[in-house]
């Protein structure tokens, strides 16, 4: 019933910054706690931030304290990332997620709908 669609990875230089978007469609997330997650090559995907249906509250993995920004703009249906002070550590597939349930769901196993990723490689 809700397709995401994430946009705005890219190639980036270590040290540089990008914003990544998250387009809902099919009805009005704006009552859905939302997030970010992210896998590199052989790992399992790992939770980045997350954001509650109003924009209230946000939360972040230790990795993104004070570098990323979570954000939402619930009339244009649209989730972002400001992603700044790249790392190549931070080169992934990232995903952006929605849940009908709360803020504290946010959880790889737990989340209602996915988008299909958008590649973020930091080059050194």
């Known amino acids: 019933q809700v397709q995401l669609v994430e946009s705005g990875g890219g190639l980036v230089q270590a040290g540089g910054s990008l914003r990544l978007s998250c387009a809902a469609s099919?009805?009005?997330?704006?009552?859905?706690?939302m997030g970010w997650f992210r896998q590199a090559p052989g790992k399992e995907r790992e939770f980045v931030a997350a954001?509650?249906?109003?924009?209230?509250?946000?939360y972040y993995a230790d990795s993104a304290k004070g570098r990323f920004t979570i954000s939402r703009d619930n009339a244009k249906n649209t989730m972002y990332l400001q992603m700044k002070s790249l790392k190549p550590e931070g080169t992934a597939v990232y995903y952006c997620?929605?849940?009908?349930?709360?803020?504290?769901?946010?959880?790889?196993?737990?989340?209602?709908?996915w988008g299909k990723g958008t590649l973020v490689t930091v080059s050194l």
């Open positions: 997620a929605a849940t009908v349930r709360s803020i504290a769901a946010m959880r790889s196993d737990g989340m209602d709908y």
């Open positions: 099919g009805r009005s997330v704006s009552s859905y706690a």
């Open positions: 954001i509650s249906g109003s924009g209230g509250v946000t």
